[in-house]
């Protein structure tokens, strides 16, 4: 049975809410968050994924121990943030005959067939009561990011170039952000990155706001680089419509999501790797 492999890249940007360059391959995407503190100071989190293969069935580029959190805060050009704990995530193949997948261990020639990391880091090391912003927000918003080099292979976007996640922190009511009166909304829900061809599917990222702020759901451009947006798409395919449709294959139902729930759903029979970005 083919298979679909979904690459997930999910920067947030969000409501309320420098570039660092590496020379390595096969980072997927990730999350930036951020939650309150008792003292009103802000906890931030990043999730960051790597594709755990090369092309030759060789290891990818790993992320380090601690990763560099770019910020336009003023007084706070970046943070430092601390990884906690990796945590494997290839899928427990469904598909007829399909493989198992995992890191480490897959054979040769295993790349883009949903081997996957997640690497959780924290600012607590650096900042152990909480990272001390203070100000009004431009009506642009604080960026909060990161940013490496390279993608893995994808279908709909050509090369391996970099990435750069970002997470915005919007003014509200000209209120200082010292109070910390918001916590970001986040993700809930694990990536998905080996789907069967052929077959319905829908899935959802489950984002939640522990303050029940209402919450709304798009497609967003992946970026290369800080402020700068990947336009050039493979044909057929284009930020907002990044997966396999009739183009492709007449057999294919584009992917569409709610603006309401996220419910992402689809339809393909192509096979390949894919980058979405959800906002």
Request: aromatic share 12%; charged share 10%.
């Amino acid at each position: 049975m083919k298979r679909i492999l979904i690459l997930l890249l999910l920067p947030l940007l969000l409501p309320f809410t420098g570039l660092q360059k590496l020379s390595a391959t096969h980072y997927m995407g990730g999350e930036i968050t951020w939650t309150c503190t008792p003292s009103g100071d802000f906890k931030f989190t990043m999730k960051l994924y790597r594709e755990c293969y090369t092309s030759n069935g060789g290891q990818a580029a790993t992320y380090g121990a601690t990763e560099t959190m770019n910020t336009t805060v003023p007084g706070f050009p970046s943070i430092t943030m601390t990884r906690i704990s990796v945590t494997d995530l290839s899928p427990q193949c469904g598909c007829p005959g399909g493989p198992t997948v995992y890191c480490p261990g897959m054979p040769a020639g295993a790349a883009n067939m949903g081997a996957l990391q997640e690497h959780l880091y924290t600012s607590d090391a650096t900042y152990p009561n909480g990272v001390p912003l203070s100000g009004v927000p431009p009506i642009t918003g604080w960026s909060f990011s990161t940013a490496s080099c390279c993608r893995n292979n994808s279908a709909n976007i050509p090369g391996q170039p970099g990435y750069w996640i970002r997470a915005m922190m919007y003014p509200y009511n000209n209120t200082n952000v010292s109070t910390c009166f918001d916590n970001s909304p986040k993700f809930d829900e694990r990536p998905s990155t080996v789907i069967c061809t052929g077959y319905p599917y829908t899935y959802n990222h489950v984002a939640s706001d522990v303050e029940l702020d209402s919450l709304a759901y798009e497609w967003a451009q992946p970026y290369s680089a800080a402020n700068t947006p990947i336009v050039a798409y493979s044909p057929g395919y284009t930020f907002n419509s990044p997966l396999p449709g009739p183009l492709q294959n007449p057999n294919n139902v584009a992917a569409t999501i709610n603006s309401l729930s996220g419910v992402i759903s689809f339809t393909s029979y192509t096979n390949g790797a894919f980058v979405t970005v959800t906002k």
